[in-house]
């Protein structure tokens, strides 16, 4: 009787040992081997060389192992334009939609609006908004085109180890989030580059 017992609770004891660990790596690895991703809390306006200019958003890889495959989106929203009631939201194109790499650490660049080219949707807007959004000269004017305005990042990506994907949003950037200068890793900071000499006189 006991030989029987042991004959039929054996295989029963190790599908349910199966069943429970595979359970326990599916709850585990989303959760613990997952990618991971940080924004700028600002937008930077970065000044060329004369009355040009270009915007952009940074984004890191803070998790431990390497991003891949990672697609980017950038969101452009209007809200009450021309008295309407609700948002338009419209996806643009930038410099950086698809990326096969990022590893810890590293820091990612997304250039949302450059005064020196044509905006590009990919879903494009209504003639009368399109017309409107491709006369501005800055993303400030965009951003102030109706009641409100705001800009979002998209940003998903595979974790290299486990294969999850994982999407990931940025904070709702308006137009007082934007400052002039340059990024040192996702901090807004003085640009040098393009600083116009400071000529001071002695009296002698």
């Known amino acids: 009787m006991e030989d029987l017992a ?20 599916w709850w585990l690895i989303p959760r613990c081997w997952k990618p991971e991703v940080t924004f700028s809390e600002e937008l930077v306006e970065y000044v060329l060389d004369g009355d040009e200019s270009f915007f952009q958003c940074a984004f890191e890889n803070t998790g431990s192992r390497d991003i891949i495959d990672l697609e980017i989106q950038v969101r452009i929203g209007i809200k009450g334009y021309r008295g309407a009631t609700g948002w ?16 810890p650490g590293k820091q990612r660049r997304v250039k949302i609006f450059d005064t020196r080219d044509p905006i590009e949707f990919i879903d494009k807007p209504s003639k009368t908004i399109r017309e409107a959004i491709e006369s501005c000269h800055s993303l400030r004017d965009v951003l102030e085109l109706g009641d409100d305005g705001e800009v979002r990042i998209h940003v998903f990506g595979f ?13 709702k950037y308006c137009d007082w989030e934007i400052r002039k200068g340059t990024f040192r890793g996702l901090n807004v900071v003085k640009n040098n580059r393009f600083a116009k000499p400071n000529y001071s006189t002695t009296e002698g």
Do not use: E, T
Not at 14 to 23: D, R
């Open 88 to 103: 338009a939201h419209h996806l643009v194109k930038s410099n950086a939609s698809k990326v096969p790499l990022l590893s």
């Open 159 to 171: 974790d290299s180890f486990s294969g999850v994907r994982k999407h990931f949003q940025s904070k």
């Open 6 to 25: 042991a004959y039929l609770f054996s295989p029963f004891s190790s599908f349910l040992l199966g069943a429970v660990s595979s359970l326990f790596v």
